[in-house]
């Protein structure tokens, strides 16, 4: 039951900003890692950054380095990505997925569209 629910995608642009939230169902304690993902449609998916149980956060693209920051709330229930100065190739389905007991659990996705 862990679920987790991405939103706070929309259209901005290029320079703008956005916060995405993943919000799910379970306790700190339980969840191994947890991912904010990207898709362009018709393309593969691109790992973009994680922040484990202990609070360790990787970037995995360079393209954001800089630009894109992963944390947490108080309650443990709920990770945002903070984007900012957005760049039109950051146009994607923006998705979080949460790993426990090493099995993970997606979301269905929230559309980021940056203009020109």
């Known amino acids: 039951q862990v679920q987790p629910v991405e939103s706070g995608g929309g259209l901005v642009q290029a320079g703008g900003s956005l916060r995405l939230s993943c919000a799910f169902s379970?306790?700190?304690?339980?969840?191994?890692?947890t991912a904010w993902h990207r898709q362009v449609p018709g393309k593969e998916r691109d790992l973009v950054a994680t922040?484990?149980?202990?609070?360790?956060?990787?970037y995995h693209l360079d393209s954001i380095k800089g630009r894109f920051t992963v944390f947490r709330n108080t309650t443990d229930n709920t990770v945002f990505l903070q984007m900012n100065n957005l760049k039109i190739e950051d146009t994607a389905v923006y998705y979080c997925?949460?790993?426990?007991?090493?099995?993970?659990?997606w979301g269905r996705g929230t559309q980021v569209t940056v203009s020109a």
């Open positions: 997925s949460v790993s426990k007991s090493g099995l993970p659990y």
């Open positions: 379970a306790r700190r304690e339980t969840i191994d890692v």
């Open positions: 922040i484990t149980r202990a609070g360790v956060i990787t």
